[in-house]
């Protein structure tokens, strides 16, 4: 072991002082790069073809002095080549997009009407309808001829009557609306031939024409008293579901209804004639179909 280690110690002066001869042997006198053999030609072509840049008055291009450096090898600048590629522009199909929903749209209330039939709000991609239980049903105003009204927009005629200083339709009315008017009893029978029309109360007030509007319940019993019991016309009611379906109809000849202009308590007009009784009164009723009549909201 000693041995080896002698003689590894030994290889590695030997070579120490062969790489410092070599060192020396590679510099001239003068402290130049010597010529090497073996690259002293690819030396001189490169610094020939680079005389360009060599000090003035220097005629030794292998030879590197203070005044004759080689310049430095010139760094290639960045290829500021544009290169152009297709771009694919994507449109956003806004038809395919779903339709929002705000149509959850607050609408307000300002009448008994409304507040008994709350309105409903609908939308589409393209518009948004509301539907507050009105319509144009009842802005065309009638034809009035001594105490006769013809409404114009189905051509019935109803006799009028002045009753406690306003003017009455003295008939119910027969006017059928777009939606919430009944006729057909449980057998099929069209009862809106004898007793007028059988309404909900959102489309009472379509029947009206006009100039014309539902009565008060004030305006209801002066009308009774002046007029009397037989005045009305006792006609029986439809009773609904919460849905707006027709339960049944019954009390023809015994009960009738007409529906008011609700003062806050009331929003109808009961009438009785069963058992010997004539009852007329105020009343508050929903989910029901009654009759309609009209009076004159200005009177001349």
Known sequence: MRKITTFLGCVGVVGLFWGCSAEDD?????GALAEIP???SAIQSETTSSSSVAAPGNTDPGVVTPGNQEQPPTQDKPDTTVIHKPVTIIKDDTSKAPSPNYLEIPVFCWTDEC????PVATSS????TIDIGMSQEAQEPPTISGNTMTDNRDGNSYKLQNVAGMLWTAENMKYKTSTGTFCEDNSGTDVCAKYGGFYTYAAAHRVCPGGWRLPTPAEAEAANA???HKWWTVGGRFKLTTSGEV????????QG???LESDGNNNAWRIEDYSEKELEEATQASDRAFNVRCVQSDPE
């Open 125 to 128: 991609s393209s518009a948004v």
């Open 226 to 228: 002046a007029a009397g």
């Open 115 to 118: 507040k008994a039939n709350p």
């Open 26 to 30: 590679l510099l001239s006198p003068n």
């Open 247 to 254: 339960e049944s109809y019954g009390l023809a000849g015994e």
């Open 257 to 259: 209804y007409l529906w």
């Open 38 to 40: 073996a690259i002293s």
